[in-house]
């Protein structure tokens, strides 16, 4: 069956949870608790989804300025439908959507080596700052 790729809709709650389940980020995600993945969902300002018939096999989450830079939060395929080219087409449509923006992630541990395989560069700058943790106190 053809995959249909679309930007112009944001999927449902359920339909999201199901494909993160499918796709096992569900493991590493909130999926479960409604109000935190609704919201993550919801503000996110850049999603584009692939669909096999009626059912979401992919999804790339972003939340982007459209000029300077495009943090790919999630990108999510079913495991049924991996090692496809979706997860690479989804990523070539979302930089086509910012197509001046570059375009950031980090890894699951399991997915490490997909994404040097699929173009992109690992650079050691990144810092992380994760939400149980707070700035250093002021050494004055």
Known sequence: MTILYRDDYRPALEEARELY????????????????????????NLTVTAWEGGLLVGISRCVTDFAWTT?????????????????????????????????????????????????????PQAWMLREDETLAPDPH
């Open 71 to 123: 943090y790919l939060a999630d990108l999510a395929v079913r495991v049924s439908h991996q090692r496809r080219g979706i997860g690479k087409e989804l990523v070539r449509r979302t930089q086509a959507a910012a197509p001046r923006a570059k375009l950031l992630l980090l890894a699951a541990p399991a997915a490490e080596r997909y994404y040097p395989h699929i173009g992109f560069q690992h650079v």
């Open 21 to 44: 389940r499918a796709s096992t980020l569900g493991e590493r995600r909130p999926i479960d608790d409604d109000a935190r993945f609704g919201a993550m969902l919801a503000h996110a």
